[in-house]
């Protein structure tokens, strides 16, 4: 937001105070009010913004507020830093205006930055967040139980943006499991849009299978392999000079064996094969042994890459000792480079610990369910006004299409103009018609999803708790960044989305967040080793 248009808005602001003054408005009745759509893209589709804006002045009039200024933006809720969101809590606090009115938590913030300041304004008394679709106000006066409602259902919007990006990534290993390539185009292939699929590309395969040759028959290292294809002129399909850690790359990728990587999945691909399976591998085994360099600790552990130390912020590293038994070490750092060690038996002791503290209390689960369904409710009421205002849009579109239409016919406007306009009518036809089938939508299927995670949280416990080890490592690789340890207390770092929902306090659990561990284990220090 430059300097000038914030002068512009706080000298427009300061004019509507001064003005409200004068009409003898309370103060404590001020509002702004602030209406969003995440892309300019679904803005310029002219009706959920528009929507926002309507219902917000319709709650001030209810809630009997004077809406002071409208902040209006197409900026995603994820984005901390977000431009008209943070001018307008400034300016609420610099002018004292009381009262913020948002649609509900997914338009407040999805971010983990927004929440919490605007939360700590409202406990401090400068601000009241007013959530209309909630029918909701928090404040300084606001129940703990009111302020874990506000955090829920911001987790809430969290989990709805999550599944719709998990629904993409399922769209590309549906993609991968029916052999239709989820990647880029390779070197020494083209997309063919009718088929699909990759084809050869004439263009360039040859360059590869020069590659391939002066590595495989002429025995060439790759750094003379990527001077050879330079001094030619040759370039990569990106227009750049090759060097050794692309033609490394491109000795080392599967696809031209006729297979593709899906995440660590092997997957063979119905695209033509550039050399042979036989080839592909003779040439691994000559790579690796030809390799010098320094290999990274195996990740076949079941805990690698997922523990670290929390003195130091090392990950722990895993291998075998005695009689097949699994260990994690790093030097620490913090502890004059000595060697910290455990037993992954005593870390899934520890892990098992920390999970049965976990707890839902029944009272709590049903609160859960009932809010939801409550805000649900709340939403099929707008729902039912927003399609009557779609269906008037709609008569209104083909009352102005067929007066287009008789403008034409009188000759009163050129063809060109007839169509230029009668696209631009089709077009925000076919917008309400979107619009239209997202109000279609079974608002019930959402409520019956979210009890169904909450269920899922409520049972997380029991069903951890029965699952072998390297179920539960895999359970928590969904829902937690890692474990750290100091050797005396293990924490779960639990993604944004658990984080709330698995807080001792909020589930109802009697136990210490963090855990101590037992007297039995303990990161044990032997520089000796």
Known sequence: MSSMLLSEIEENL???????????ISHDLLAFAYARVSTTKQAERGNSREDQEYDAREYSERAGLHIVHLFSAAESAFSEGRVNFNLMIDLAIKHKIPNIIFKNTDRLSRNDIDLPRCKKLAREGKIQIHLYEMNMVFNEQSTAEEEMF??????MAKYWSRKISQGVKRGYKSKAHKRRIPHKTPMGYRWNGKERNWEIDNDTVEIV??????????????QEIAEILNAKGVTTQYGKP??????SSILKNRVYAGWFKFHDEEIKGNHPAIITEERFNARMQVMSQKFRGHRSGSTHYLLAKF????????LYTGYKKGHGFVYYNHHCDANDGRYMYFKESDIIDMLNQRIQGLVYSESYTQLLHSKFKNMIRHRDTHITRDRETIEKRFTELEKKRELLL????????????????EAEIINQIAVLHDRQKELSEDLSDHYHEVAELIDYLRNFTNLFMKIPPEGKIEFLHEMAYGLETDGESLK?????????????????VITPATYVVSPKMHARQDSNL
Do not use: M
């Not at 770092?493 to 109802?508: D, Q, R």
């Open 209 to 222: 299978r020069e590659i391939f040759d002066l590595y495989d028959n002429e025995h060439k290292t790759l």
């Open 150 to 155: 506000l955090d829920n259902t911001n987790v």
């Open 307 to 314: 523990v670290k130390c929390s003195r130091c912020g090392k």
């Open 242 to 247: 090759f060097y050794k850690q692309v033609i």
């Open 406 to 421: 008789d403008l034409y016919l009188q000759q009163k406007i050129d063809i060109q103009r007839y169509e230029s306009k």
């Open 492 to 508: 779960i770092i639990w993604k944004p989305l658990y984080s709330h929902l698995l807080n001792a306090k909020v589930a109802g």
């Open 14 to 24: 300061i004019e509507t105070l001064k003005s409200i003054r004068e009409k003898g």
